[in-house]
Every structure is written in structure tokens, then in C-alpha cells.
């Protein structure tokens, strides 16, 4: 049983579009985050959060929005792509401030042409 | 801001040999941690040490931190080719419901069988 799982696992589009990447986790984990990596590999918080609260907001443009209509799921929408969007997105989980620990989904690899 | 730096950037051993991998930072932190990712996949983990804990083994892994130099380290012994993979250090602060990681660029080891 996968534990945190997102979907899709590929996306290619065109630069204005909007797109929404999903995430579960099944590990029961109160707290859920998503990361942007980048070609040479940075991996960077983006948000996180925490029974559905927002609780960590980088600066991260406001064409993205993350959602989280319950605490075992976390999207994240983005509007108007840009190329500069293209990159691999984590969603990753923890049990928020007991466990400092985090466990990563496969990642979503988005290509905007 | 970026926190964890790894060196060396890339290290490519014979199968058999040690690796060891460095990680430095710059503000305080509760605990430090690293995380391996193969290739095209998610992060994992692999240990954690506390701020006030100087070694940690788990198997063959051996973890040192030195909060006086900001400075970590990863020793995997008698590596192995399912070894190849990028290893990242990761800071952890306590936030408001959970733990913030910032990750390092990472160490990108090859394992030569």
C-alpha cells in the first residue's frame, strides 16, 4: 500500500494553462506539505499544512493555491503556467509536531512548454 | 534562504569502500536529518539526530553532528551498489504545528560495482 500517493505522475502543458496535482496520504498523519524541486536538484518547501490549516506559506506566487478539503489530502492548483513552473512537486506527510519525520509521495514531474 | 549545504557535490567510490558525506548550516536548529533519493523517485529517510546528540548509527550508517561548527556528516560503510542515490541533509525548526525542513542541494554518490 503506497503511502503517500500523488497523481498524476507526469504532466506536460502549455505555458497559460492551469493544471492541479493531487496528493493522499494513508499514514493517518495530521500534517502535509508540498516541495518544489528544480533541475539541479534544490528541494524548497512551498506550503504546509497542518488539520487543514495553512501553517507555512514560503514565497511561492499566488498563481499557486493549495487546497485541502480534509486532513488525509492536499492539492495544489496552479493557474497561468509559466515555463519557469516546470519542475518535480512533492507532496510529503508527518504527524505534525510529535514526529519530525517526513514521508515523501513519488513526485509529479510537470513540464510547461 | 537555503540552510543545509552538502559536499562534496558529487563522490563516485568502489563498491566496498566508505562514503562519507558533509553537511553544513547556518542557524540553530531542534534536529538535523538526511534523506536518500534514487533516481525519478521520492525522498526517504534514513536518520535523524538531535541538537543535543553528537553520533547516531542505524545499520550502516553513522551520522555526527557538531552544533559548535554548524556541521554534519554521513558515513555509509562497506557501500554497496543499491547504495547509488543522492543523499540530502535536511535542518529541522519547530514551527507552529509541526517541523520545518530546509534541505541542502545535496551529494550525489555512485556507487561503482
Known amino acids: 500500500d503506497t503511502a503517500v500517493s500523488q497523481t498524476p505522475k507526469y504532466l506536460v502543458t502549455q505555458m497559460g494553462n492551469d493544471k492541479s496535482i493531487k496528493c493522499e496520504q494513508n499514514?493517518?498523519?495530521?500534517?502535509m506539505y508540498w516541495y518544489k524541486q528544480d533541475s539541479k536538484k534544490f528541494l524548497k518547501i512551498m506550503f504546509s499544512?497542518?488539520?487543514?490549516?495553512?501553517?507555512i506559506n514560503e514565497t511561492v506566487p499566488n498563481r499557486f493555491s493549495p487546497k485541502s478539503p480534509d486532513k488525509a489530502h492536499l492539492n495544489l492548483h496552479i493557474n497561468s503556467l509559466e515555463l519557469g513552473d516546470s519542475a518535480v512537486y512533492f507532496c510529503?506527510?508527518?504527524?505534525?509536531?510529535?514526529?519530525?519525520?517526513?514521508?515523501f509521495g513519488p513526485g509529479t514531474r510537470l513540464l510547461v512548454l | 534562504s537555503q540552510q543545509g549545504e552538502e559536499d562534496p557535490q558529487a563522490l563516485s567510490i568502489q563498491e566496498g569502500e566508505n562514503a562519507t558525506m558533509n553537511c553544513s548550516y547556518k542557524?540553530?536548529?531542534?534536529?538535523l536529518q538526511w534523506y536518500r533519493q534514487n533516481s525519478g523517485r521520492g525522498l526517504v529517510h534514513l536518520i535523524l539526530i538531535r541538537s543535543n546528540e553528537r553520533e547516531k548509527h542505524s545499520g550502516r550508517l553513522r551520522v555526527t553532528l557538531d552544533t559548535s561548527k554548524k556541521s554534519s556528516s554521513l558515513l555509509i560503510t562497506a557501500s554497496r551498489a543499491a547504495d547509488t542515490a543522492s543523499y540530502f541533509c535536511a535542518t529541522a525548526r519547530r514551527g507552529a504545528g509541526s517541523y520545518q525542513l530546509t534541505f541542502g542541494k545535496g551529494t550525489k554518490l555512485s556507487v561503482i560495482p
Open positions: 499514514l493517518g498523519h495530521d500534517t
Open positions: 542557524t540553530s536548529i531542534n534536529n
Open positions: 499544512y497542518n488539520n487543514k490549516e495553512l501553517i
Open positions: 510529503a506527510s508527518s504527524q505534525g509536531s510529535r514526529e519530525e519525520t517526513q514521508y
